[in-house]
């Protein structure tokens, strides 16, 4: 089954850090551009932060600048998203999404609370 498999969320304090994983099972990252999006109750789906299939080139929003780092390791076939300095603000259902050419994948998504 070709699926993408998010983990790594979780409760965190205020300034804590987390890294969230997103790994390719039955097929493999290596062509796919993979991004982060985010989903906060209430609100609709947002992009988060996205990088190519070379790892050349990485995009973040910038609510998340200079504290979320997307990085990538083809030889194992996960994108990962380390989360810095969270804020509750960043609380939300994190989904991790690959694309290539017509091929489209989404993971189930992980839930990510940040609250003191």
């Given at each position: 089954?070709?699926?993408?498999?998010?983990?790594?969320?979780?409760?965190?304090?205020?300034?804590?850090?987390?890294?969230?994983?997103?790994?390719?099972?039955?097929?493999?990252?290596?062509?796919?551009?993979?991004?982060?999006?985010?989903?906060?109750?209430?609100?609709?789906?947002?992009?988060?932060?996205?990088?190519?299939?070379?790892?050349?080139?990485?995009?973040?929003?910038?609510?998340?600048?200079?504290?979320?780092?997307?990085?990538?390791?083809?030889?194992?076939?996960?994108?990962?998203?380390?989360?810095n300095s969270l804020k509750p603000e960043d609380?939300?259902?994190?989904y991790c999404n690959a694309v290539e050419s017509?091929?489209?994948?989404?993971?189930?998504?992980?839930?990510?609370?940040?609250?003191?």
């Open positions: 089954q070709l699926q993408l498999v998010e983990s790594g969320g979780g409760l965190v304090q205020p300034g804590g850090s987390l890294r969230l994983s997103c790994a390719a099972s039955g097929f493999t990252l290596d062509y796919y551009a993979v991004g982060w999006f985010r989903q906060a109750p209430g609100k609709e789906r947002e992009p988060v932060s996205c990088i190519g299939s070379s790892a050349g080139s990485t995009n973040y929003v910038d609510s998340v600048k200079g504290r979320f780092t997307i990085s990538r390791d083809n030889t194992n076939s996960t994108v990962y998203l380390q989360m609380t939300a259902v994190y017509a091929r489209v994948y989404w993971g189930q998504g992980t839930q990510v609370t940040v609250s003191s």
